[in-house]
């Protein structure tokens, strides 16, 4: 028996050590909850739609009044890609391809030159539409614009206000591209979003 007691009490103090942690985790658990399961039909999630949408992207980076403004200039003249020179832009969405097109919203965000081998850009931005029922709803948008192809494609990765939880893609077609006149360019995005 005495040689038994010593690791009896040993025991003892580990077990209610134990328990008064775990005590300690129930209580903690319990004080500040900060996550919790939730019924998507409450919240309005029920059916997830498909929306096509056709706007025309307009790259201005020339004139009095560029829409998109080198913030970084590739740190080589020497590199053909002009690898590392990024652009902030806030371009006009138009209806229509023409520059006097009706104005649906903006595409804010950047691109910068991510190639040393193609012109291959990474593109990140939001669409800001201004329009109707979609005003102040944005769609994210990110991905890789390889401009010689004929078709690009960007991933639609997120939105808020009616694009709260949105996925899909992007296809990109080039409407007008003047390379004498310092890269400005139309671009044709149709892009297909789910969404609730
Ligand atoms: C690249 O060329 C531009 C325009 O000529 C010039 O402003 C810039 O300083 C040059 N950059 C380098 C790293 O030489
Ligand atoms: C879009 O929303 C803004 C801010 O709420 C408002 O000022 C503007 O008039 C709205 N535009 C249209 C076309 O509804
Ligand atoms: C490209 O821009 C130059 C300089 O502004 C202009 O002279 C030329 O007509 C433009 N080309 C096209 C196809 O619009």
Redesign the pocket.
Known sequence: MARILPISAFQLLIISSLLSSFSMILVSAEDDEFAKSMDPEVFGLKKEKLTHFRLYWHDIVDGPNPTAVTIV?????SSQTRFGLIRMIDNPLTQGPESSSKLLGRAQGFYGSASQEDISLLVVQNFVFVEGKYNGSTIALMGRNSLLDKVRELSVIGGSGLFRLARGYALLTTQYYNASKSDDAVVEYNIYVLHY
């Open positions: 200039q590739p740190p080589s003249n």
